[in-house]
């Protein structure tokens, strides 16, 4: 348990429970705290809220638990597996979407996070970046699974360029090169564990964003618009990275190397790599860790039952491959305008507007809907697609994965106008390999 875990004794569980039912200042005489800093509304007792609320934002220095590590800003104490304190905030979020967002106030964690955000805003300007965005770095990107060994089970070393914007690498690095559908389909973040920022995609609001965001961590900075080099900085280093709020699965990618600026040039590569990426129904880390577990230990027929299971989750049914990185690379928007959702017909969705409904679409965006076997699911996919290419700020050459910047600007392919690439070599070898069956063909609408 780490310093700044709220206690949650079942008396303040019941108390929390008079206050739902109606009493929303619990027993009468109860001296509850007020913060000095955050807008309580009249009625909020401010019961529940984890203690650091109460603390000065603008001054506020997150604390490591006892792992060292800083987690969503350093605000919220729950952790994934702390059931209780779970669903004291569950109780706390009740509450607040009654109190709050009912009226389209801030939350006091809202209010509180907004000042942090800031602080890190600023500081991340003033930020002496040096070289590091001409540098390539090796990350290891491991899911927290381990065999009985205490081996990793799945894991990728990746070469890439820290000039790479957040979201660029994970849309077109990470996820294709473990296997994951894609961005579209999940909510991801990452966590610079130094202190608890979060960054991750703009514009955010599906269901599981919406539940995850009230639990653990409401906002982030836009993934788009900082460099791995604002997040990656040294050797050793381990990021946070939570792929589906929902099911949950949380990896970790260690910085285990910075190449010097001379034998940096940017490309991508997979450079090793072991264990297959896990289904996107297998129900999270914790799961699927027991999953194997149990399957190391089952007979032949056993096995052969549970490989069946795996294989028809939806990264190998729905779309039968995962996703290339050659592929990624070439896709003309990574940048997600949208998150894919789940949609059950006869959900809470569209129940409250601000949590659920659809974005605002900007130019060239649409809502698509994709619908699964029904004999398989009852609900369908929804997501925003955009037929816009990415803009440059956030574009990597299509065949290499070399980040444009100021000093190397991006050539677009004549053809189709969307793709870019470093080099007049790269545009000439992805035309050989490819392009040239899909140039205009696919995007010139
Ligand atoms: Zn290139
Ligand atoms: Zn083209």
Known sequence: MSGLT???????????????MGNPNGPP???????KFIKLLPVDSGEGLPDVIFEDPYTFQPQPDLRGEIRSWGVFPV???????????????????????????????????????????????????????????????????????????IWRRVRASAGLKIGVFQ???????????????????????????LYGPKDANSVDCVTYR?????????????????????????IGYLYDFGDKWSHEIVVEKILPVDESDGHVEIIAGGGMCPGENMQGTYH?????????????????????????????????????????????????????????????????????GDPKLKKGQSIKQTFPDPHDSP??????TSDKKDSRSVS??????????????????GGCRQLLYCSKEHQKEHWKSGHKKVCSREFSK
């Open 6 to 20: 709220t206690t949650t004794s079942q008396t303040d569980m019941l108390r929390m429970m008079s206050q739902m």
């Open 29 to 35: 005489g109860y001296d509850y705290r007020k913060p």
């Open 79 to 153: 952790t994934l597996d702390d059931m209780l304190g779970n669903i004291s905030r569950m109780l706390c979020l009740m509450q607040q979407s009654r109190y709050y967002m009912s009226e389209l106030k801030h939350t006091p964690e809202e209010q509180f996070i907004k000042v942090i955000i800031e602080r890190k805003r600023q500081k991340l300007l003033n930020v002496d970046l040096g070289d590091l965005p001409k540098q390539d770095i090796i990350p290891i990107y491991l899911t927290n699974i381990h065999d009985a060994q205490g081996q990793p089970r």
């Open 171 to 197: 849309d077109k690095i990470l996820c294709p090169v473990m296997g994951w559908y894609g961005a579209k389909h999940a909510l991801v973040h990452f966590t610079d564990y130094r202190d608890g920022s």
């Open 214 to 238: 009230s639990l653990v961590g409401c906002q982030w900075l836009p993934d788009d618009e900082y460099m791995l080099a604002h997040l990656f900085t040294s050797e050793g280093q381990t």
């Open 288 to 356: 699927y860790q027991d999953f194997l577990n149990e399957y190391d230990q089952d007979n032949e027929v056993k096995k052969k039952e549970k490989k069946r299971e795996i294989l028809s989750s939806p990264n190998y049914k729905y779309f039968v491959k995962p996703p290339l990185l050659a592929e990624a690379l070439a896709s003309t928007n990574s940048i997600r305008s949208g998150m894919r959702n789940y949609v059950m017909p006869m959900s809470v969705e569209g129940l409250n507007p601000r949590m659920f």
């Open 379 to 384: 609900g369908y996919f929804k997501e925003t």
């Open 396 to 413: 990597a050459c299509g065949f290499c994965g070399k980040p444009g910047s100021a000093q190397l600007v991006l050539k677009t392919c």
